[in-house]
Nanobody
Framework: QVQLVESGGGLVQPGGSLRLSCAAS????????MSWYRRAPGKEREWVAR????????NYADSVKARFTISRDNAKNTVYLQMNSLKPEDTAVYYC?????????WGQGTQVTVSS
């Protein structure tokens, strides 16, 4: 059974940093690309970043490019999202995601609040 468990969210001041983690189980982690999404209050869920199986190719939404970094540790079955220079508009619930063709799996999400 696929499980994704996010952690690392919290309250941070504008300009601050957070590192999110997503621990995966129930599938061969190193065989799948992983993504982060977020849902801000009153908005649709939006894609944030993606990393390929070996971690050599990453892609980012324009809104987070140069501020966020996605990475993975295949030995630990974990994907990370390092978030720097955080802005109030980054406030959202952050989710990790894996797709295996016909199915898409989500974690429960972790809340990130950027506020002074």
């Amino acid at each position: 059974q696929v499980q994704l468990v996010e952690s690392g969210g919290g309250l941070v001041q504008p300009g601050g940093s957070l590192r999110l983690s997503c621990a995966a189980s129930g599938f061969t982690f190193s065989n799948y690309a992983m993504s982060w999404y977020r849902r801000a209050p009153g908005k649709e869920r939006e894609w944030v970043a993606r990393i390929n199986t070996l971690g050599r190719t990453t892609n980012y939404a324009d809104s987070v490019k140069a501020r966020f970094t996605i990475s993975r540790d295949n030995a630990k079955n974990t994907v990370y999202l390092q978030m720097n220079s955080l802005k109030p508009e980054d406030t959202a619930v952050y989710y990790c995601n894996v797709r295996n063709g016909v199915s898409s799996y989500w974690g429960q999400g972790t809340q990130v609040t950027v506020s002074s």
